[in-house]
């Protein structure tokens, strides 16, 4: 999680010559020292201040983490840090990140893992002489060791983090003769287990700096006056024209001259650069309040997207899922739900039976998986470190991968035997809604693709689109009303049937982590079997029962609770006089509710979350892309 950037300004202003598609080592393409333009040439493009590049990006990065931020600049011979705890706005306000210029910077926004939220655990980290600075993102896994190991040397530590081993170890091998910051890197990567991306800076190696990454993203932004290092294309979308990854293990170099890139064992490597898809990357917030509003709300037309996608990718992904002997999904949290809403597509259109395994407990399956095996991975950002863990140990296996994701590039799509991309755009709220909704939209056409019914999906899920947009324009102020009145519960349940309790486990997810009320969603058959005893006078109880077959079945568990003194909050096409609230929605085929059902469940998380002064976006301890284990 944690988002790292750093920015280094071409003192040439724009290149020489017109980028080429896919040409391999972007610094041939920029002017060298000797042709440099002059002064008046750079004014004249606005040559960029290197912070003011990397506090842009930082903001656009604040979604992988906002618990401290920092950057670090040049400055007399050494490296200058300024860092603190809070949102990069704050850290901007409290030690004027603002003031520091430069033409190379590195910056960094935390999400804490080991060590506290504290000033001293916030990145950059330096070694003890200030020359070396490191933004990290990622898990040493054998910090301890090489940490006991710089003590033994006498080296002091000023914070509790993992990172800063880097640093001091860098500094180590250039002090040990390793001509050059790149080299070191590659010294120190070799002593590193765990997976990571990193960028440093040397105060000896005027404008350069180096990142490297090993199963955590890192990619290259190319602009008209610089280049970039970033976690992500959000930090740098604004400026760059054209992006390329950084192969996993490998070590980009960037300088004022341009970029190269050298794998593990130090020989130059060629990568291609590809067009920044900048209109996947507009995150601007159109007059809504919270990103999480616009984005539940641009959930019809993301559904009518869907609906039009392309016919042979379906296909092809649908024939390695039938030809498969066994078909797993892994997926965490909201992607999870999706998961398990697929799996009932595909059980019902398709007769295709299949399992869902969690991203963090799928490699205790492992030994069970087969070149007859099809694992499809289910993530937004493609990157969750639990989803793609297993996904290797599936490929080591021999299995094919079917990678369902939305980030133009990532890792999961990088893996992916088959790639079937969402294309609903970034999603900046930490509260996945419009991805979701996309997830089950893809599960719908894949599973009718495998019934060779995909034109029969094709106008379900665009009529779908339509009711929904209705549905979500009718509701609106009702569910705002609703949360008001139920803002100070302590305790939600959230119960559903068949394909439907999903639907009541991601309705549970949104509450809790946007709202911090407690929410627990099950199949409504389990709620007898110990849940019902925390059910006392006016509980909340959210009842996802439409009329389809879990109906009848369901509406006996509403009135199991009902009877306890549940408040039940009924989400159903039929009218119920069991319900306290009635939340209603249109009559579809029974395998759309969860696309109509889930949509007022976000919207009444939404309200609540803001009506309790939460920032739906920025939920508490959370990230929206979760690159530990
Ligand atoms: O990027 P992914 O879809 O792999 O993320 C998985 C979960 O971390 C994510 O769905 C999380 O549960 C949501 N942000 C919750 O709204």
Not at 317 to 331: D, E, K, N, P, Y
Request: net charge negative; hydrophobic share 45%.
């Amino acid at each position: 999680m944690c988002g790292i950037i750093g920015f280094c300004r071409w003192d040439g202003g724009e290149p020489a010559l017109a980028p080429e598609p896919n040409c391999p080592l972007l610094g041939q393409m920029f002017r060298s020292a000797t042709t440099m333009a002059p002064e008046s040439h750079l004014e004249a493009h606005g040559a960029a201040d290197a912070v003011a590049r990397v506090m842009e990006g930082l903001h656009h990065l604040e979604y992988r983490g906002y618990d401290s931020a920092g950057i670090a600049v040049p400055h007399n011979g050494v490296l200058m840090v300024r860092k603190d705890v809070g949102h990069i706005n704050e850290v901007d306000t409290q030690q004027n990140l603002s003031a520091m210029t430069g033409d190379i910077a590195i910056g960094h926004t935390r999400w804490a893992t080991h060590g506290g939220v504290t000033q001293a655990n916030a990145h950059p980290h330096t070694d003890a002489s200030g020359r070396v600075a490191v933004v990290h993102n990622g898990i040493l896994e054998n910090y301890l060791v090489l940490r006991r190991e710089l003590l033994a040397q006498g080296i002091l530590f000023r914070s509790e983090t993992d990172t800063e081993v880097i640093p001091h170890l860098i500094a180590l091998e250039l002090q040990n003769g390793h001509p050059c910051l790149e080299d070191a890197v590659r010294a120190v990567c070799a002593q590193f287990e765990g997976s990571y991306a990193f960028v440093a800076m040397h105060a000896g190696e005027q404008g350069k700096m180096v990142g490297v990454r090993l199963d955590n993203p890192l990619v290259v932004g190319y602009a008209e006056d610089g280049a970039y290092l970033a976690s992500d294309v959000l930090a740098f979308s604004p400026h760059a024209t054209r992006m390329a990854q950084v192969g996993d293990g490998e070590i980009a170099v960037i300088t004022q001259e341009g970029v190269r890139f050298i794998d593990a064992e130090g020989c130059e490597v060629q990568r291609k650069t590809v067009p920044m898809d900048c209109k996947w990357a507009d995150t601007a917030l159109n007059g809504f309040a919270h990103y999480m509003q616009q984005e539940i709300l641009a959930q019809p037309a993301a559904l009518e997207l869907c609906s039009m996608r392309e016919h042979k990718e379906l296909i092809d992904a649908a024939f390695a899922i039938l030809g498969a002997r066994q078909v797993v999904f892994t997926a965490c949290g909201t992607s999870r739900h999706a998961a398990l809403i697929g799996r009932y597509l595909f059980s019902k259109v398709a007769h295709k039976f299949s399992d869902v395994l969690m991203g963090s407990e799928f490699g205790y399956f492992a030994p069970a998986l087969g070149t007859d095996t099809v694992v499809i991975a289910v993530s937004q950002s493609g990157e969750t470190a639990d989803v793609v863990e297993g996904v290797k140990l599936a490929k080591q296996a021999g299995a094919r991968v079917v990678s369902v994701v939305n980030r133009p590039s990532c890792l999961l799509a990088d893996m992916g035997d088959y790639v079937l991309r969402l294309k609903c755009g970034a999603e900046v709220g930490v509260a996945a809604t419009k991805t979701f909704m996309c997830q089950l939209a893809v599960f719908h056409m894949l599973a009718h693709a495998m019934a060779n019914r995909v034109d029969e999906g094709r106008v379900e899920l665009s009529h779908a689109g339509e009711l929904l947009y209705k549905m979500l324009h009718g509701l609106n102020y009702s569910l705002e009303r609703l949360a008001f009145s139920l803002k100070d519960s302590g305790h939600f349940y959230y119960i559903g049937r068949g394909i439907n309790f999903a639907t009541a486990m991601e309705g549970a997810l949104k509450m809790k982590e946007i709202s911090y009320i407690h929410a627990e969603g099950m199949p409504a058959g389990e709620l007898k079997h110990g849940t019902l005893a925390l059910i006392e006078q006016g509980t909340p109880v959210v009842a996802v029962c439409p009329n389809d077959e879990t109906y009848a079945d369901t509406m006996n568990n509403v009135m199991e609770a009902r009877a306890r003194g549940g408040y039940i909050i009924g989400i159903s096409d039929v009218p119920s006089d069991s319900f306290d609230y009635s939340i209603p929605i249109p009559v579809v085929s029974p395998l759309l509710y969860p696309l109509l059902s889930v949509a007022p469940l976000q919207l009444l998380a939404y309200h609540m979350s803001v009506l309790r002064g939460c920032n739906p976006d920025m939920p508490r301890n959370l990230a929206k892309s979760v690159t530990v284990r």
